[in-house]
């Protein structure tokens, strides 16, 4: 049985069509100023999923709130999230009217030359993932996007990754220069390492991902993770409000959607590859936690 484990988002998620422009496999720039854009946001993004890649994201408009490491991160208009690479993301709500561009970047091409000021640039993006910036910083940041983005659309360019590595070098710098001033401004301490429980949450996660087909008992990750059910419960239940077994119905529900989408499929095929004992057990689950039978959603 092929094992499901948390995703680890790489390049080869993102769409490719004439909204996006790209350095195949080191750079990823897409928004929704000029053209308005709606990929179908994937269930599966509801989950947490870890990225390989660093993000910067700009909200000119609008609202966007997402976790990061599951702490709760809101960006209204003129701000600006940093996200690390092996960051575990999980996006939550996007307002309509939100307007916002990404820039998904390899590693390499977000290293400052001086090491020093590299592990303090990403120290200090891990303690404030988000800041304001003001109305002329936001205008700047959106010219430079705009300036790379162009650039990347010009077919014949030779020298696509050294033009793309100065613009980003030009935001890393104002952004490490907001972060001194911000870090000067407020008198707080450094935010306190991820707690045991977030870890036992992460764990779980992951544990999810790799054994939910065979596995739905929560007593099984209980087991894994060496806590008592009922601890495992509790301790979910504080970190994402919401219960273990909600998270396990959830994946299950989700690769149910999956397969049933397949048209090559059969009901009988996606009940026997998710391990349910019958169709009829199978169809009364499905439909407790979707309002559709698997034939219903099928045909939708």
């Known amino acids: 049985m092929e094992s499901h484990k948390i995703l680890k988002v790489n390049f080869s998620h993102f769409p490719t069509d004439g909204n996006t422009a790209q ?9 929704n100023f000029d053209t308005p854009v709606k990929y179908e946001q994937s269930e599966l993004m509801t989950y947490p999923v870890q990225l390989t890649m660093a993000c910067l ?57 001086d090491i020093r000021l590299g592990v303090e640039f990403a120290k200090l ?22 300036a790379l983005k162009h650039k990347l659309f010009q077919e014949d360019y030779q020298f696509k990754e050294e033009v793309a590595k100065s613009y980003l070098n030009i935001m890393k710098c104002n952004a490490y220069d907001g972060y001194l001033k911000l870090k000067d401004s407020i008198k707080e301490d450094i935010p306190k390492p991820s707690s045991r429980k977030e870890e036992i949450f992460m764990q779980f996660i992951n544990e ?14 209980a087991d894994k993770l060496c806590v008592t059910p009922k601890y495992l419960s509790t301790v979910i239940h504080e970190v994402s409000n919401k219960y273990a077994t909600d998270w396990i119905t959830e994946l299950v529900i989700i690769e149910a959607k999956s397969k049933l989408k397949d048209r090559t ?36």
């Open 23 to 31: 350095i195949p496999g080191k750079l990823f720039l897409l928004d």
């Open 57 to 113: 994201i700009f909200v000119k408009c609008g609202e966007v709130h997402i976790k990061l490491d599951m702490k709760d991160v809101t960006a209204t208009t003129g701000m600006v999230i940093s996200i690390l690479p092996g960051t575990f993301f999980q996006l939550i709500y996007r307002s309509d009217d939100a307007e916002c561009a990404l820039i998904a970047a390899h590693r390499d091409f977000f290293t400052l030359g």
């Open 125 to 146: 993006s891990k303690q404030f993932p988000v800041r304001k910036l003001s109305y002329h910083g936001m205008e700047e940041i959106i010219s430079i996007y705009r």
């Open 208 to 221: 999810v991902h790799m054994h939910f087909i065979e596995e739905r008992n929560i007593t099984f990750y």
């Open 265 to 300: 499929k059969t009901i009988k095929d996606v009940c026997n590859e998710l391990n349910f004992s019958n169709q009829s057990f199978f169809a009364k689950y499905f439909k407790q936690h979707t309002g559709y039978t698997p034939k219903e959603f099928k045909n939708l």
